[in-house]
């Protein structure tokens, strides 16, 4: 039983430059909260401040319901799995296992069951006696883990964690990670810059951007309605498509300007997009754009094609399943569904609702 | 990678030439000369020179002096080598949590290391000094009975600590580097592991700085054994009573001032027979650095 709750939590650096400015968030017990956001906007600093590696400058972090404000690391009852693995160079990976264990004085029994039982969870076992040197990227990995898991604290923080491994590898982890978490039920923090990610490990995904949240939610929820300019660029690959309804190449859409008179930028995402073959098929709740194509992109399943709305305006991208076999330069015309168009203010960049 | 041909065959030689030269003149010829006197006799004023084989080993190696000579080297080197390591490393983690004048303070340390052997050793003599010391007598004053130039057991701790404390700053150095390569969330992770600042340093730090001890313990070895000529010959002169003459100083002594140029090569071979020794440790052990990835 341990949520992690944060509120208006700060973090003012000597110098006077502010890292985090206020974040408010509760994870509950049990849940795998994820923060994403661009390198600088304070994520791994809010994670340290929950570890205790880094001061807390205003606010209060509380875990399993104490303010643990100014306990030391060991005294938070949480286990920190970091980006370099940090796994002690000089021990076994027994070791290393047993390092935190033997630091708080468990029982010998007690210690060899459950690194016992680490080892069979992430099949570590034929590397017990060898040394961290010894052992390829996925394998550090999964002592870093478990020298996390052994511990069974209340709460496990992950500093991007995947970030050193090749992409293949990455994939397979990621997958391996959610399915412990999942297991073990241990309320989890998470941080990492790739929002795929994000999406694929989160219960409860939190996007932050210069210190600030701009959106926490399912990340299913964010992704449908993303609350910022900000969060519709950041999640999804590729990026929402963006028009400013005062840019060049914007007059087709003007009627979907939402309430209000400031300016506005619509967004739609390539997949609720498509490209229309001749002028025949559109449906009564579409609006028809011309492009004009400007390149392709193929991913195998797909192909991304990108082109400029004709009047020299934004570029706008189109999922297409298959391979598309189109050249630059190529007109054509793409449908999308009147309702798939999210509205953001241009000045505040928050997202506007259709009364 | 391809092989750097010379248009003319003399060229390379004549560029080797310079360093070579100084090799031979400075290197080989004293030790040659030294290994060709120590198997000769000569009298004090150099009118006559007999070869004699061994005979000037075997009367060093049974000759008493020596042998306490060559037992103060020991308890010299080895209290100069830890008395220069345990401050140094002590300088090196305090000087990694100075957060503002990091490197104003680093410089600062490095100054001692810039000091000469005899001018160090100078600043030592005139500080505990018996008849002029300002430490001296604040040491009498406070009731500690302080004179380094009859107490031999005196004279040599003024003597290690003259000698460590030129080397700290060398030391200070290259255990800053050291830690400083310590990633730190090692430290972190110790921190959450539940390991207190002690622990961490013991359990984690010490042990991946060790390759860096030991290195500094070898070339520390080296330093007192035989460079801190200079400071003996300034502060206690290898006295009182020999209690501090070491092998080099002792070398000296035999051959320049009592003239007994026949012994005084004979050390100077066997210490050589120990440089060379020291430095194959040294290429053996440490070139052959530990490597954790």
Redesign the interface.
């Known amino acids: 039983m341990a949520a992690i709750e944060l509120s208006e939590v700060r973090k003012v650096y ?1 110098g006077g430059v502010e890292a985090v400015k206020g974040v408010s968030l509760t994870i509950p017990d049990g849940a795998f909260c994820v923060l994403v956001g661009p390198s600088g906007c304070g994520k791994s600093t809010l994670l340290r401040m929950v ?3 880094e001061g807390i400058s205003g606010g209060t972090v509380r875990i399993g319901g104490r303010v643990v404000n100014d306990l ?3 005294s938070r009852d ?3 799995v ?3 693995y ?5 021990m076994t990976v027994r070791q290393n296992l047993e ?2 264990l033997k ?2 004085k468990t029982p010998k029994e007690e210690i060899a069951r459950r690194v016992e039982e680490a080892a069979r969870i992430l099949e570590i076992g034929q590397y017990l006696d060898r040394r ?2 010894q052992l390829s990227g996925g394998q550090r990995q999964r002592v870093a883990m478990g ?1 996390a898991i052994v ?1 069974e604290p209340a709460a496990f923080l992950f500093d991007e964690p995947l970030s050193n491994l090749d992409a293949k590898l990455r994939v397979t982890m990621r997958a391996e990670i959610r399915r412990l978490q999942r297991r073990l039920k241990t309320t989890s923090l998470y941080v990492t810059h790739d929002q795929l990610e994000a999406m694929t490990l989160a219960d409860q995904l939190v996007v932050l951007n210069a210190g600030r949240i701009e959106q926490a939610g399912s990340p299913m929820a964010i992704y449908e309605k993303p609350a910022s300019l900000f969060v519709a660029t950041f999640i999804g690959s590729p990026a929402m498509n963006l028009v400013p309804l005062d840019g060049p190449g914007a007059s087709p859409l003007a009627t979907l300007a939402g309430p209000g008179r400031g300016r506005q930028v619509l967004g739609i995402r390539p997949e609720h997009m498509r490209l229309l073959d001749g002028g025949a098929g559109v449906r009564a709740d579409e609006i028809v754009l011309d492009l004009v194509v400007s390149g392709v992109e193929v991913v195998g399943a797909e192909s991304y094609v990108t082109g400029r709305l004709a009047h020299g305006g934004p570029e706008l991208a189109v999922r297409v399943p298959g391979y598309s076999h189109l050249e630059p330069g190529a007109a054509v015309k793409a449908a999308a569904p009147l309702g798939a168009f999210h509205r953001f203010d241009a000045e505040s960049g928050r997202r506007l609702e259709l009364a | 990678m391809p092989k750097a041909a010379f248009p003319n065959k003399l060229l390379p030689y004549l560029l080797l030439a310079p360093q070579v030269l100084v090799t031979l003149v400075f290197f080989y010829w004293p030790a040659s000369q030294a290994l060709y006197q120590s198997v000769l006799k000569e009298d004090a004023f150099g009118l006559k020179t007999e070869f004699v084989g061994l005979a000037n080993f075997s009367a060093i190696l049974s000759n008493p002096n020596y042998l306490s000579s060559l037992q103060t080297t020991l308890i010299f080197s080895i209290s100069t080598a830890l008395l220069a390591m345990a401050p140094a490393l002590l300088l090196a983690t305090a000087a990694e949590k100075v ?1 503002r004048g990091k490197g104003f303070y680093r410089t600062l340390m490095i100054w001692p290391y810039a000091v000469a052997p005899a001018v160090a050793g100078l600043l030592w003599l005139f500080m505990f000094n018996p008849t002029m010391g300002t430490f001296a007598y604040m040491l009498r004053a406070a009731g500690v009975p302080w004179d380094p130039l009859l107490n031999g057991d005196q004279a040599m701790l003024l003597v290690v600590v003259a000698a460590a404390w030129k080397q700290i700053s060398y030391n200070f150095l290259f255990f800053v580097a050291a830690l400083q390569s310590i ?1 730190r ?2 430290v ?9 600042s002690t ?1 961490r340093f013991w ?2 730090v010490f ?2 700085i060790a390759p860096t001890s030991f290195f500094l313990l070898v070339v520390n070895t080296v330093y007192a054994f035989f460079d801190t000529f200079g400071i003996i010959d300034a502060v206690t002169a290898g006295g009182p009573a020999r209690a501090t003459e070491t092998l080099v100083y002792k070398v000296y002594i035999d051959g320049f001032v009592n003239l007994d140029l026949g012994g005084s090569a004979a050390q100077s071979v066997i210490l050589m027979a120990i440089v060379i020794a020291l430095t194959a440790i040294q290429f053996r052990y440490v070139e052959r650095k530990v ?3």
Do not use: C, W
């Open positions: 000597a570890a205790g590696l030391e690391p060991a949480i286990a920190m970091f980006q370099n940090a796994l002690y160079p000089h390092y935190g630091n708080r961290p040197g020298r511990r | 957060v990633p969330s090692l972190e992770a110790a921190a959450i592991d539940g390991a207190g622990k359990t984690i042990p991946l490597h954790y990835a």
